[in-house]
C-alpha cells in the first residue's frame, strides 16, 4: 500500500464580479416589472408580490458579499436574470472543460508534474454540462494525460468525495497520480428570480493532484492521512432538471428544475451532521477537533460555518472567519463542491510540518465528506 499526498491545487477565478449591490439593483428592477405586469392578480389575492431584496438581508443571511461568474449581463438583465452562454460546437471545447484545463494546469504547475504524469481524471461537479461524453474524458484529452476519466456528482461534497477515490486508486496502486476537477458553473443552474436564493453561489473551478508520496517532488505536501464519507437521503435540497423532463412533458423552465431548497431545515439539520461527522472522523484516529490546526469547510453559508465550529471546538468564529476556519465565501460565496478546496488552496501556506487539517464538505444527498490531512 502506498502513503498519498496532495501534491498542488489550482484555482481559475472567472473575470467578473457581481457585488450584491448590483445584484439588488436587478433583482429589485425584475420585481417591479413582474409586479406591474401582474398588478391585477396581485390585487386579487390571486398572486403574491414580489418582495425586494437587499444588501443587508444578503449579508445577514449568508455573510456573502460578491461572486465571481463567467459571465454577469445576461444575469443582471431584469427580463432574463440568467446568464448568456455562446454555444459550442461538437468540435470545439466545452466551457466546463475550458475552465476546468486551466486550474488543471495550475495545479500540475504547483505539484511539479506534467499532464502525461497522469493516469486518471476525475470531474466532480454539482452540475455537469451534459450527460456524456463524459467530462473528464473531454478535459484529459485537452491535458493530454492519459489513463482513464470519468465524472462524479455528489452535489457540494462531490470534491471530497473524488478524493476518497483518488485515494484509493493512489493508495492500492491502481494509479499513480490522479488529477481532481471540479468546475462549478453554478450561475447556470441558479434561480436568480427567487429572493431567497438569489444570491447564493458563484462560479469557479479547483483541480487537486493526488499522487504516491515516493513519487512527489513539490515543496508543499500533505499526507492524506484518512477519509470519510457518509449519505442521509433528504429532498430539502433538489434540482429536478434531467433528460427525463421531455418524457414526463414538464415544463423545461418550471421551478423545480433549477437549484431550490428548504434553507432553514437544511441548516437545523445538516450543521449537527456535518460537526458529529468530523468528531467521530477524527476519533477513528484517536484525535480531538481540539488538536486540528485549522478546518477548511464546505463555503455554504456564514452560519453554518460558525455554528460547527461552535460545536467542534467552542470558538466563536467572526464574520470574516477565523485562523482556525477561514472563510473564502464572502468573496466567491457558495462554489458548491469548490468551496473547501478554495479555502485549502488559499488558506494554508502558514502551517508547519505535522499540522493536522481537516477538509470538509457537506451539501444536498445529504452528503458530507472529510478528509484529514497533515503538512510534511
Same mark, same amino acid.
Given at each position: 500500500?502506498?502513503?498519498?499526498?496532495?501534491?498542488?491545487?489550482?484555482?481559475?477565478?472567472?473575470?467578473?464580479?457581481?457585488?450584491?449591490?448590483?445584484?439588488?439593483? $436587478?433583482?429589485? !428592477?425584475?420585481?417591479? =416589472?413582474?409586479?406591474?405586469?401582474?398588478? &391585477?392578480?396581485? *390585487? @386579487?389575492?390571486?398572486?403574491? #408580490?414580489?418582495?425586494?431584496?437587499?444588501?443587508?438581508?444578503?449579508?445577514?443571511?449568508?455573510?456573502?458579499?460578491?461572486?465571481?461568474?463567467?459571465?454577469?449581463?445576461?444575469?443582471?438583465?431584469?427580463?432574463?436574470?440568467?446568464?448568456?452562454? $455562446?454555444?459550442? !460546437?461538437?468540435?470545439? =471545447?466545452?466551457?466546463?472543460?475550458?475552465? &476546468?484545463?486551466? *486550474? @488543471?494546469?495550475?495545479?500540475? #504547475?504547483?505539484?511539479?508534474?506534467?499532464?502525461?504524469?497522469?493516469?486518471?481524471?476525475?470531474?466532480?461537479?454539482?452540475?455537469?454540462?451534459?450527460?456524456?461524453?463524459?467530462?473528464?474524458?473531454?478535459?484529459?484529452?485537452?491535458?493530454?494525460?492519459?489513463?482513464?476519466?470519468?465524472?462524479?456528482?455528489?452535489?457540494?461534497?462531490?470534491?471530497?468525495?473524488?478524493?476518497?477515490?483518488?485515494?484509493? #486508486?493512489?493508495?492500492?496502486?491502481?494509479?499513480?497520480?490522479?488529477?481532481?476537477?471540479?468546475?462549478?458553473?453554478?450561475?447556470?443552474?441558479?434561480?436568480?428570480?427567487?429572493?431567497?436564493?438569489?444570491?447564493?453561489?458563484?462560479?469557479?473551478?479547483?483541480?487537486?493532484?493526488?499522487?504516491?508520496?515516493?513519487?512527489?517532488?513539490?515543496?508543499?505536501?500533505?499526507?492524506?492521512?484518512?477519509?470519510?464519507?457518509?449519505?442521509?437521503?433528504?429532498?430539502?435540497?433538489?434540482?429536478?432538471?434531467?433528460?427525463?423532463?421531455?418524457?414526463?412533458?414538464?415544463?423545461?423552465?418550471?421551478?423545480?428544475?433549477?437549484?431550490?431548497?428548504?434553507?432553514?431545515?437544511?441548516?437545523?439539520?445538516?450543521?449537527?451532521?456535518?460537526?458529529?461527522?468530523?468528531?467521530?472522523?477524527?476519533?477513528?484516529?484517536?484525535?480531538?477537533?481540539?488538536?486540528?490546526?485549522?478546518?477548511?469547510?464546505?463555503?455554504?453559508?456564514?452560519?453554518?460555518?460558525?455554528?460547527?465550529?461552535?460545536?467542534?471546538?467552542?470558538?466563536?468564529?467572526?464574520?470574516?472567519?477565523?485562523?482556525?476556519?477561514?472563510?473564502?465565501?464572502?468573496?466567491?460565496?457558495?462554489?458548491?463542491?469548490?468551496?473547501?478546496?478554495?479555502?485549502?488552496?488559499?488558506?494554508?501556506?502558514?502551517?508547519?510540518?505535522?499540522?493536522?487539517?481537516?477538509?470538509?464538505?457537506?451539501?444536498?444527498?445529504?452528503?458530507?465528506?472529510?478528509?484529514?490531512?497533515?503538512?510534511?
Amino acid at each position: 500500500m502506498h502513503q498519498v499526498v496532495i501534491s498542488g491545487t489550482g484555482l481559475y477565478q472567472p473575470p467578473h464580479i457581481i457585488s450584491n449591490a448590483e445584484l439588488v439593483l $436587478a433583482f429589485n !428592477a425584475y420585481a417591479d =416589472l413582474q409586479n406591474t405586469e401582474h398588478a &391585477a392578480a396581485i *390585487a @386579487a389575492g390571486e398572486r403574491t #408580490a414580489i418582495t425586494h431584496s437587499s444588501v443587508e438581508f444578503i449579508e445577514k443571511a449568508s455573510g456573502i458579499k460578491q461572486r465571481y461568474v463567467l459571465e454577469k449581463d445576461g444575469v443582471l438583465d431584469p427580463t432574463r436574470m440568467y446568464p448568456r452562454f $455562446a454555444e459550442r !460546437a461538437d468540435d470545439q =471545447l466545452s466551457l466546463m472543460a475550458e475552465i &476546468a484545463v486551466d *486550474a @488543471a494546469l495550475k495545479a500540475l #504547475a504547483a505539484a511539479g508534474k506534467q499532464p502525461a504524469d497522469v493516469d486518471a481524471v476525475l470531474c466532480a461537479s454539482a452540475n455537469m454540462q451534459r450527460p456524456y461524453p463524459a467530462m473528464a474524458v473531454e478535459i484529459q484529452a485537452a491535458l493530454g494525460a492519459g489513463g482513464y476519466g470519468f465524472d462524479m456528482n455528489v452535489a457540494c461534497s462531490s470534491a471530497t468525495f473524488a478524493i476518497e477515490q483518488a485515494v484509493n #486508486a493512489v493508495r492500492s496502486g491502481a494509479s499513480k497520480c490522479v488529477l481532481i476537477v471540479n468546475p462549478e458553473i453554478t450561475s447556470a443552474h441558479l434561480e436568480w428570480r427567487d429572493r431567497d436564493c438569489h444570491f447564493i453561489f458563484g462560479d469557479v473551478c479547483t483541480a487537486i493532484v493526488i499522487e504516491r508520496a515516493a513519487t512527489a517532488t513539490a515543496a508543499d505536501q500533505w499526507d492524506i492521512v484518512s477519509t470519510h464519507l457518509a449519505t442521509q437521503f433528504s429532498n430539502n435540497i433538489r434540482n429536478n432538471f434531467g433528460f427525463m423532463n421531455r418524457a414526463e412533458d414538464s415544463d423545461p423552465l418550471a421551478r423545480d428544475k433549477t437549484f431550490r431548497q428548504e434553507g432553514r431545515k437544511v441548516f437545523k439539520e445538516v450543521v449537527p451532521i456535518a460537526a458529529a461527522h468530523i468528531e467521530a472522523h477524527l476519533a477513528t484516529l484517536e484525535q480531538t477537533p481540539a488538536k486540528v490546526r485549522r478546518f477548511w469547510l464546505h463555503q455554504a453559508n456564514l452560519g453554518m460555518n460558525q455554528l460547527i465550529i461552535k460545536k467542534l471546538i467552542g470558538e466563536s468564529m467572526g464574520s470574516s472567519g477565523s485562523d482556525v476556519a477561514p472563510l473564502i465565501l464572502d468573496t466567491y460565496a457558495n462554489t458548491a463542491s469548490a468551496g473547501s478546496i478554495i479555502a485549502f488552496h488559499e488558506h494554508r501556506a502558514d502551517l508547519v510540518a505535522g499540522d493536522l487539517g481537516v477538509i470538509c464538505s457537506f451539501g444536498a444527498g445529504y452528503s458530507v465528506g472529510s478528509v484529514i490531512v497533515r503538512k510534511i
